[in-house]
């Protein structure tokens, strides 16, 4: 199956053999290394000897989102600290914050800065290590970018994750990218220790989970939105033995009025950048479009590898977590909010690395770019429900 036609008609799967339209694909990358770690604010070096070309340009506005025509008094404003925090600092100080928004990659957090923190990218938000001394018993992932002594990943090593205030109208929001992940950490999940702790130091009344995803099945288009109405586990590697490998866990009723602020003005500016987007993206918001947590890094593909088709509309590696450590707030809102980077993938030679390596250019060049819609998303909840 050679030629130009790699999409088939109303469906959304990519086909490998046309990976020379993406980002060279020259070299293997490590997969989880690039997925979690890769900035787009600030392209690193041991990326380029992979061949992602297109993504490593020097111009910063190819890999960015752009900028989105909010309506009037409701554009995300940053609120920087009249004085930066000591590293070791707690969250206290955003107790009673309307909304916490958590992401999980390097590329996802760029877009979230892009958009709600103009002017602040993540080089510039606090780091946290509020008591990592209790996380480092825990934390036993080689892989972890927790534990990467590496130069270029000094943000990370031995950091909880980063955070910057900002406001959506009267709303105040804290945004925040872990900086664990279930995938990687070990046996212990210390990320379900950090979402409880971020949940009852600030106590919000809206909590979000946001980032890129992989689709599952033809139907979702790169750049759809998929507003969980259940997140589920799909454990099937190093927690396949734990209680809780398929357990899911029901999110918050959207809205609808944030359905109807998601228009067409705010999503398609950052659409039209992505091959073979939608022009105004599909917001998936029905109480069956689930997101689906793996404990590995992975994407869907027509020969249903990872038997992740009929499980939800999207895959991801944390956000059922999330869901494990809010159930102890019942009165608390919280949202999954994912948007499909790569599309289902068809896998005709049944050539996995190839696959594999096409998802992660497509992700290299659109992760933070697809993320807008997602971001745009969490506004349109965030401004319904906190600025009635």
């Not at 690193?44 to 506005?61: H, I, V």
Request: glycine residues 6%; aromatic residues 10%.
């Amino acid at each position: 199956m050679k030629g130009n036609n790699f999409f088939m008609p109303h469906a959304y799967s990519y086909h490998p053999d046309h990976l020379d339209s993406l980002p060279g694909t020259d070299d293997c990358v490590d997969l989880q290394d690039l997925y979690l770690n890769f900035n787009p604010e600030r392209p690193q070096e041991r990326f380029r000897p992979a061949g992602f070309k297109t993504a490593l340009t020097p111009e910063p506005a190819v890999r960015l989102p752009a900028a989105v025509p909010w309506p009037d008094g409701k554009a995300p404003q940053a609120t920087p600290l009249a004085m930066p925090p000591a590293e070791a600092d707690d969250l206290s100080r955003f107790r009673g914050y309307d909304a916490v928004v958590v992401t999980w990659t390097a590329a996802e957090a760029a877009a979230l800065a892009a958009l709600f923190t103009p002017g602040y990218r993540t080089l510039d938000w606090y780091k946290y290590r509020h008591h990592v001394s209790a996380y480092l018993p825990l934390i036993t992932g080689q892989r972890a970018p927790f534990n990467d002594a590496r130069t270029e990943m000094a943000r990370s090593y031995h950091n909880l994750g980063l955070y910057f205030p900002c406001r959506i109208g009267p709303a105040k929001v804290l945004v925040f990218k872990s900086g664990l992940h279930l995938q990687c950490d070990g046996p212990a999940t210390p990320v379900r220790l950090l979402m409880d702790e971020i949940a009852s130091t600030v106590r919000p009344r809206v909590f979000i989970t946001t980032g890129a995803g992989a689709a599952i099945g033809a139907e979702v288009a790169p750049g759809d939105v998929v507003i969980g109405g259940l997140t589920r586990f799909c454990c099937t590697a190093q927690f396949k033995n734990e209680p809780w490998k398929f357990a899911s866990y029901p999110t918050s009723t959207v809205p609808a009025r944030a359905l109807a602020a998601i228009t067409p003005a705010l999503t398609t500016i950052n659409a039209a950048k992505v091959p073979h987007a939608r022009p105004v993206p599909k917001i998936w918001s029905m109480p069956t479009d689930e997101v689906v947590t793996t404990d590995f890094v992975g994407c869907d593909d027509t020969k249903n590898r990872h038997e992740l088709q009929g499980l939800g509309r999207v895959c991801d590696t944390g956000d059922a977590m999330v869901g494990q450590a809010l159930q102890t707030y019942p009165s608390l809102k919280w949202f999954a909010i994912r948007n499909a980077c790569i599309p289902q993938m068809a896998n005709p030679y049944k050539d996995i690395a190839a696959v594999d390596q096409a998802a992660a250019a497509m992700y290299a060049r659109y992760g933070a770019i697809t993320t807008a819609a997602s971001v745009i998303a969490c506004w349109a909840v965030i401004d319904a429900i906190a600025n009635p």
